[in-house]
């Protein structure tokens, strides 16, 4: 560690100064159920690090679990830190204050690991702003011996490359188990006095862990990825033996360690996710965190079951979290009940990508709301079906409204993106809404997506002037809200290999969208097109990109996802200045025979069958969910060990 592990800023100074920044609460914890430990009584402190503001990092169920799994560790105190906002980091530049913790106000750079969550593409400079303010050097070529070991976790780490410069290792797949390995491997090294590369190598010996300094990227003249390679690593005869015995005796270690190379480790040819078996045996909060401020989402949450195999076509998170892993009812209640009594919260939310789809969704809200007395339950994904309609009056859902994402307009555009619904189940489902007491029904759509013409988005607008009208015939005013979004192909899907639209094509196409949309009681919001633009860069990127996300973040970028803080004339002048082609990574179809970057990173599902579901894409076929029907080959089970788990 570079500093001590006692908080250089005491409460009195802190306090002194807050007044001077917007919801002070943010950086004081303090919260109800917080953990607080003495730093010098544990043999690791590790940080968790949510690159986005206090409310935003509070909402987020994986920093919670995450939290209370490294906590429970007697050898382990984990603190947590936010992403400061404007007026914090000038106050905290101004008082020559380091970044510190919420718990103990310990500088970032005072912890062993410090640990961020990757949930969203355009958080990636925030990560840069915490790091330099935390007095840790951003690129991880320049950490000493004593610097942090800077990991990161979360959906994107799967298409890690554009961070690869700054974190020293990536955390793959599931993290509950994943992070108490790394925990151990950091506690075997440490006070061993062997070098930091030694402890990278060790990382990389644990199953879900990237370290992306351990691998050679040649590029081809035109630019495209030419391989992805291990770099053997030549080390001294004492860390050779001792890293080796620490391996154990397995298939990994036999590849490491080949004998017609001693003294070198060979990093795995490919690294594959990390997957918790059984979600019903995984750990889970029992003390949730309160927040001081209000978050973005008000209630306590109980995961359901993780995975979906629904097989929507533009979903990266339908790959990456395969298989379905479900919780029986009993255990959700009884999960749901001791959240409530810790918490004090009267609402809780039953998460996952598809709630709706839990395999006995109605006799677990029965025997909720009979366990639960007056506590409001809520299901924040619903599918398109008058199923999901009743279920959502019998959560009370109708005084708020009804979400709805059909996704596509056109029947065709829904069999090209494997939205098994059609046109009738969705108009079967707004009349049931509407019948039921709905009268406020959101729509989620995308535009952009491959293989969608003008006729596609007038469809979106028909269907909604339709869903209207179905209202007014039933003798009410509905308010139909159409949000939509713009397509980004992300890695990992069978759209992996699709370009993106360009922006002023994706404006026109809003255009169009809006005209077909005028009148009462339908209104319109859509996403900034820069925010799809770039996303769509970061997507897809390779590891060159590091040097434009440190100029951008140099010219001030901070905040990019939150609206109205993205100047793109920052972005193209930091492409330019680094010799890059934005066009090259957004809007460029892929070959099928490219190196893309991230094919080192094995999700399980394998490439084959994404390709086999674009073809099927082309040809306008539905796929259907195998949890209902058969084995659609995607090969995750097999691949990854683990199997189906339905409760």
């Known amino acids: 560690m570079a500093q001590t592990r006692q908080s250089t800023i005491t409460w009195k100074h802190l306090r002194r100064h807050l007044g001077k920044v917007e919801k002070p609460a943010r950086y004081t914890g303090g919260e109800i159920n917080a953990v607080k430990k003495d730093p010098r009584s544990v043999d690791v402190i590790f940080a968790l690090a949510f690159p986005d503001v206090y409310e935003v990092g509070m909402s987020h169920l994986g920093t919670q679990i995450l939290y209370a799994v490294l906590n429970s560790r ?20 101004q008082q020559g204050w380091p970044l510190f913790s919420i718990e103990n106000r310990l500088p970032l750079s005072a912890f062993d690991i410090v640990g961020f969550s990757l949930q969203y593409e355009l958080t990636y400079t925030n990560v840069l702003m915490m790091l330099e303010l935390g ?69 990389s010996l644990v199953e879900g862990v990237y370290v992306p300094s351990l691998y050679d990227v040649e590029y081809n003249t035109d630019g495209t990825v030419a391989k992805i390679s291990p770099t053997p690593v030549k080390l001294s005869p004492e860390s050779y033996e001792s890293i080796k015995a620490h391996a154990g005796d397995s298939e990994l270690r036999r590849a490491c360690f080949p004998d017609d190379m001693p003294g070198y480790f060979i990093p795995p040819s490919k690294v594959r996710r ?31 079951f993780r995975g979906c195999t629904q097989g929507c076509r533009f979903c990266q998170a339908g790959t990456i979290y395969r298989p379905v892993r479900e919780r029986t009812p009993e255990t959700i209640t009884r999960y749901a009940k001791r959240l409530l009594e810790a918490s004090g919260h009267e609402e809780v939310s039953l998460v996952s990508l598809s709630s709706a789809d839990y395999s006995h969704i109605e006799a677990l809200l029965s025997q909720l709301m009979g366990e639960c007395p007056g506590t409001k339950f809520s299901l924040p994904s619903l599918r398109v079906d008058s199923f999901s309609v009743d279920l959502a009056k019998m959560l009370g859902a109708s005084r708020t409204g009804l979400t709805l994402a059909p996704e596509a307009g056109s029947q ?71 949000s939509v979004s713009g397509f980004v192909p992300k890695p990992n899907t069978p759209f992996q290999w699709e370009p993106c639209v360009r922006p002023e094509e994706l404006r026109r196409r809003q255009r169009l969208l809006g005209d077909g949309l005028r009148g009462p009681g339908i209104s319109y919001k859509y996403h900034d097109v820069e925010h799809t633009w770039l996303e769509a860069v ?35 002048q930091a492409f330019y200045d680094a010799g890059l082609d934005p066009a090259f990574y957004a809007h460029r179809e892929r070959g099928k025979e490219e ?53």
């Not at 690869?164 to 990536?170: L, N, S």
């Not at 993290?175 to 062997?194: N, Q, S």
């Not at 750990?283 to 109980?302: A, N, Q, S, T, Y």
Request: charged letters at 30%; a negative charge.
């Open 595 to 647: 190196v893309l970057p991230w094919d080192h990173l094995d999700t399980g599902v394998s490439k084959q069958f994404l390709l086999r579901e674009r073809d099927r894409a082309r040809q306008g076929l539905t796929t259907d969910d195998c949890r209902t029907a058969y084995c659609v080959g995607c090969g995750v089970c097999p691949n990854l060990g683990v199997e189906m788990s339905l409760k």
């Open 538 to 572: 970061f997507a897809r990127g390779d590891r060159r990109l590091s040097q434009v996300l440190e100029l951008v973040y140099k010219r001030g970028a901070r905040f990019e996802a939150w609206s109205g803080h993205l100047d793109i004339n920052i972005w193209e």
């Open 412 to 482: 065709r555009m829904r069999d090209i993106i494997n939205k098994k619904v059609t046109e009738e189940d969705i108009m079967s489902a707004v009349r049931h809404a509407f019948g039921s007491g709905f009268a406020h029904i959101k729509l989620y759509f995308m535009i952009g997506l491959p293989g969608e013409t003008d006729e596609d988005i007038k469809a979106i607008a028909h269907l909604a002037r339709k869903i209207r009208q179905a209202g007014r015939d039933m003798g009410i005013k509905p308010n139909i809200v159409v």
């Open 274 to 304: 990390r997957v918790i078996s059984s979600l019903e045996d995984a750990p889970f909060i029992d003390k949730p965190l309160i927040p001081l401020v209000e978050p973005i989402h008000d209630r306590v949450m109980v995961e359901i």
């Open 74 to 93: 007697e050898d382990v105190a984990c603190e947590r830190v936010y992403a400061p906002w404007y007026d914090m980091e000038n106050l905290l530049k």
């Open 135 to 203: 007095g840790i050097p951003l690129w991880s070529r320049d950490r000493a011996e004593g610097d942090p070991l800077v990991i990161a976790g979360g959906p994107c780490t799967m298409a890690a490359e554009p961070m690869a410069g700054f974190v020293d290792a990536f955390a793959l797949g599931d993290g509950e188990e994943l992070a108490l390995d790394i925990v151990d491997t950091y506690k075997a090294w440490k006070g061993t006095g062997k070098s930091r590369l030694d402890l990278l190598v060790m990382l």
